[in-house]
C-alpha cells in the first residue's frame, strides 16, 4: 500500500520547536530517493500552502514566511523526510502535509499532523 505517514505534530508555546517526521511505504518506500519531497500546510479558512521542498539532491527551498526558522531534510536510507520548526510563531497553526513527487510527476499525500502554536 503507498502510504505517507506524519509525525511530530502537537501543541507547543510561542518561540518553540517541533520536528516533524514522515516515512514512507509500499511503492513510495522504493521511489523515495528519486522523488522531490515537501512540506504543506493548511491553516483553517485557507489554502494549501508549501512550506519547504527537498530535491533528489538535497537542494531546499523554503518558502519566505518561513526562511531562518524551517529546515527541511531528507534521509534517503530511512526513506523518510523531516522538517525541524524552530522558533514557532502563532500564524504556523496548521495541518501540516508531507507531499512525494515521484518520477513521472505523480504526487501523494500524507493524512496530515496537527500544529498548534498557543500559549
Known amino acids: 500500500q503507498e502510504r505517507l505517514v506524519e509525525s511530530g505534530g502537537g501543541l507547543v508555546q510561542p518561540g518553540g520547536s517541533l520536528r516533524l517526521s514522515c516515512a514512507t511505504s509500499g511503492r513510495l518506500f522504493s521511489l523515495f530517493s528519486f522523488s522531490t519531497m515537501g512540506w504543506y500546510r493548511q491553516a483553517p479558512g485557507k489554502q494549501r500552502e508549501v512550506v519547504a521542498l527537498?530535491?533528489?539532491?538535497?537542494?531546499?527551498e523554503p518558502a519566505d514566511a518561513v526562511k531562518g526558522r524551517f529546515t527541511i531534510s531528507r534521509d534517503n536510507a530511512k526513506k523518510t523526510v523531516y522538517l525541524q520548526m524552530d522558533r514557532l510563531k502563532s500564524e504556523d497553526t496548521a495541518a501540516y502535509y508531507c507531499?512525494?513527487?515521484?518520477?513521472?510527476?505523480?504526487?501523494?499525500w500524507g493524512q496530515g499532523t496537527q500544529v498548534t502554536v498557543s500559549s
Open positions: 527537498i530535491t533528489t539532491r538535497g537542494t531546499t
Open positions: 507531499n512525494q513527487v515521484v518520477p513521472g510527476g505523480a504526487q501523494y
